[in-house]
């Protein structure tokens, strides 16, 4: 299963943000949002839940439908206010009913040969497989908290003074 969690403020793109969802913005020929769904399903998840804010759910609803057209099933969550990526877990608990599950955010876009394959590979996972990318500036991201053997303990949203520039 795949969750997208897409119910952010989009802070970062006011004023273009103000009246339309980041997700819904157009990245080259088609919405954002359709990246993140393209990516989950190369790596063959069939079944989404997308999590949004209760102010553009039916913009979503109208952009996306039920999945049908793309040979998927979507349903909708709303978040009533962003609080990390965590929280996405938590709001599609229902949906999960126990699954494993991929999340991925509304406003990431991946690319690279053999990238479905690599999702495909981690879909029985025994833990967490989370994907990290080094950026210049952790301090705008969620950054991983590592114990001494390098697993996850915890993510901050947008720490101050991040421990190193691996970020979600």
Known sequence: KGIVLAGGTGSRLF?????????????????????????????????????????????????????????????FQIQESPEGIPQAFIIAEAFLDGDNAALILGDNLFIGHGLGRSLSEVTTPNGAHIFLYEVEHPENYGVPIFDNNKRILMLTEKPEKPEHNLAI
């Open 15 to 75: 004023p273009a943000t103000l009246g339309l969802s980041k997700q819904l913005l157009h990245v080259y020929d088609k919405p954002m949002i359709y990246y993140p769904l393209a990516t989950l399903m190369s790596a063959g998840i069939r079944d989404f839940c997308v999590i949004v804010n209760k102010i553009e759910v039916e913009m979503f609803k109208k952009l996306l439908g039920d999945g049908s057209q793309w040979g998927i099933k979507i349903e």
